[in-house]
């Protein structure tokens, strides 16, 4: 079965499931020429893009809703068929839930005993607009009656690169989607040309705007071409102007021709360059391309419950193996809800730009008792058992694709008193667990948490102990 669940499992990487790696796009390879529409042809003209369908305002809960389609207790988008970045939109809510439940527990079919505590997953209370990154590019299209190149923004189509021009999405926090038309507003008056990826011409390619949680900062990055930027000041104002809440703005240039969103090259055009956000009670710093969870509800949720199931007395070394900026780490190293915390955490983490944050982070928060290790996780781990390093507690949350036999060896060999295994595919997360039930673990609690409402993806909790 696949790790989300349902009909439509359309690998899309990006809105949903979200991806460990944030700047790829949701769009799939690019198809044959002659399928791709939405965008001027090199005469500057249009070929088969529909009509642009615009989103109700409402956020379109069933009980205000014109259509007759929709359950109650659903919501409604009047793109949702042509988008499919929310494959459960006309479920609704509470059985989203119940079905998440039930295929987790499917998945674990076996691993589970008696004696395993299985949680009732943990919903939000208003499953909207819970996005904290909002990314979209730019095209143009001829309008025939106005005789004019028109710019869209929004999001790709299913499973093609035409862009559906929306001025709403459900998911996405609505400020940063604000920002994103403002954008395509402005572009006009700074003679800002959309990107055309048939031609490799144009300049503005797309905009990812993170919204800090708690803190409320905004950070637009602008993704351009080239790396002039005429006119980038008066551009930076007028945005300003009209978003005063925006803390930073950033170019980023890409010149590839690639579904890549980001390229390397940056260049801070106001403001910081980053932002700050708090979670869990901890401030970290978010640059454009660190990965940061995209639902900071839920990630604080989840975050509280792997902790809670780490047990921790404040004796414990602690591994947070797949780091990345340290996030889970530094917060079990501070402790949640009167927790003491651990003695001791060692972050692990392959992307050196990511253990940089980490480091910052800790730093920036005052803890000393956490440091972090640029290396793959499984070698690492697998020095650490060939030298016998003491660990009390593994918490681990790998990309999708899940952890590898060496790493799983190597924990086994490190014998922690406890494995917390958080994971964004149970598909793979259960056919690790089998791996370390095989070897005599067993899993004493298992939490489903929904980070992604309205789509298939569930996110997972798993607690081990040896038998
Ligand atoms: C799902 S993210 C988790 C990040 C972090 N725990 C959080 O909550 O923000 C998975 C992380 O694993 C990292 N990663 C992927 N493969 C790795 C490997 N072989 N060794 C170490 N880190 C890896 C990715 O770069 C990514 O930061």
Same mark, same amino acid.
């Given at each position: 079965m696949d790790a989300r669940f349902g009909k439509n499992n359309l690998d899309k990487p990006g809105k949903s499931g979200e991806p460990s790696d944030a700047s790829r796009s949701n769009k799939p390879n690019r198809p044959n020429k002659s399928n791709r529409s939405g965008k001027a042809s090199k005469s500057g003209k249009s070929t088969k893009f529909a009509k642009a369908a615009p989103v109700r305002r409402d956020g379109g809960l069933r009980a205000g809703c014109a259509r007759g389609s929709v359950a109650p207790g659903a919501f409604f988008c009047p793109i949702d068929s042509k988008c !499919? !970045?929310? $494959?459960? @939109?006309? #479920? *609704?809510y509470a059985e989203q839930l119940k079905r998440k439940q039930h295929e987790v527990e499917g998945l674990f079919d076996g691993l589970l005993d008696s004696e395993t505590a299985v949680r009732p997953i943990l919903g939000m209370d208003d499953p909207r607009y819970y996005r904290n990154k909002v990314v979209s590019p730019y095209v143009g299209i001829w309008d025939k009656k106005a005789r004019q190149m028109r710019v869209l923004c929004g999001m790709y189509e299913r499973g093609t690169?035409? #862009?559906? /021009?929306? /001025? $709403?999405?459900? @998911? $996405?926090n609505r400020e940063a989607k604000r920002i994103i038309l403002t954008i395509r507003d402005l572009m006009r008056r700074f003679r800002i040309e959309p990107y055309d990826e048939d031609t490799d011409e144009g300049f503005l390619r797309h905009v990812q705007v993170r919204v800090g949680h708690t803190s409320g900062e905004i950070m637009v990055t602008v993704v351009t071409r080239e790396d002039q930027f005429p006119g980038a000041k008066g551009f930076v104002r007028a945005l300003r102007e009209k978003h005063p809440s925006i803390t930073t703005v950033v170019q980023n240039v890409n010149a590839r021709q690639t579904n890549v969103i980001l390229g390397d090259k940056e260049r801070t055009?106001? +403001? *910081? +360059?980053f932002i700050l956000d708090e979670l869990c009670g901890l401030s970290f710093r978010i640059s454009s391309k660190s990965f940061y969870q995209v639902n900071s509800t839920q990630t604080e949720v989840l975050y509280c419950r792997a902790i809670e199931m780490a047990k921790l007395a404040g004796t414990e070394v602690l591994m947070d193996a797949y780091? !990345?900026? +340290?996030t889970i780490g530094l917060v079990a190293a501070r402790g949640v809800d009167g927790n003491p915390g651990a003695a001791r955490v060692i972050g692990v983490e392959e992307r050196p730009d990511a253990v940089a944050d980490a480091r910052n982070n800790a730093r920036h928060n005052g803890i000393k008792r956490a440091e972090f290790v640029a290396a793959d996780a499984g070698e690492y781990m697998h020095r650490m058992a060939d030298e016998g390093a003491p660990l009390d507690v593994l918490m681990m949350d790998p990309p999708r694709a899940g952890s590898t036999p060496e790493f799983l060896k190597a924990a086994c060999e490190l014998a922690p008193k406890r494995i917390v295994y958080i994971s964004c595919n149970p598909q793979t997360q259960a056919r690790d667990a089998a791996f370390l039930v095989e070897r005599g673990w067993r899993i004493v609690e298992m939490q489903p948490v929904d980070m992604f409402p309205h789509t298939s993806h569930a996110e997972n909790i798993i607690l081990l102990e040896r038998r």
């Open positions: !499919g !970045g929310c $494959e459960w @939109l006309a #479920v *609704p690169h035409r #862009v559906i /021009d929306s /001025d $709403e999405c459900l @998911l $996405e055009l106001f +403001g *910081p +360059g780091c !990345g900026t +340290g």
